[in-house]
């Protein structure tokens, strides 16, 4: 079983950086590709970004590609999902997610191959 706690929502405005956290409890936490997703009312939970379980992979969004970076520190056993030049349209509840298997461009953002979720964090940026 794996939980996962996010932090680090909150409001900014356009233009700010946030950083979110996603910290897990799980022995092996390093045996896990770890995503984030992104959600507003009305609309599909969509993905955000992903990384390999070693984090020597990573895998974007088109829409987030050169203003938001994800990484891990499996030793503290957290990945994080830096987001700079933030619009209005990001907006959104942003879920961490685990996954056991290993993810490639073709996959990282498949819903159903991720297995655990977290509660969620909500990202505002006002227009």
């Known amino acids: 079983q794996v939980q996962l706690v996010e932090s680090g929502g909150g409001l900014v405005q356009a233009g700010g950086s946030l950083r979110l956290s996603c910290a897990a409890s799980?022995?092996?936490?390093?045996?896990?590709?770890m995503g984030w997703f992104r959600q507003t009312p009305g609309k599909e939970r969509e993905s955000v970004a992903a990384?390999?379980?070693?984090?020597?992979?990573?895998y974007y969004a088109d829409s987030v590609k050169g203003r938001f970076t994800i990484s891990r520190d499996n030793a503290k056993k957290t990945v994080y999902l830096q987001m700079n030049t933030l619009k209005p349209e990001d907006t959104a509840v942003y879920y961490c997610?685990?996954?056991?298997?290993?993810?490639?461009?073709?996959?990282?953002?498949?819903?159903?191959?991720?297995?655990?979720w977290g509660q969620g964090t909500q990202v505002t940026v006002p227009s």
């Open positions: 997610a685990a996954r056991p298997v290993g993810i490639s461009s073709g996959t990282y953002y498949r819903i159903d191959e991720y297995d655990y």
């Open positions: 799980v022995r092996t936490f390093s045996r896990y590709a």
């Open positions: 990384i390999s379980w070693s984090g020597g992979n990573t």
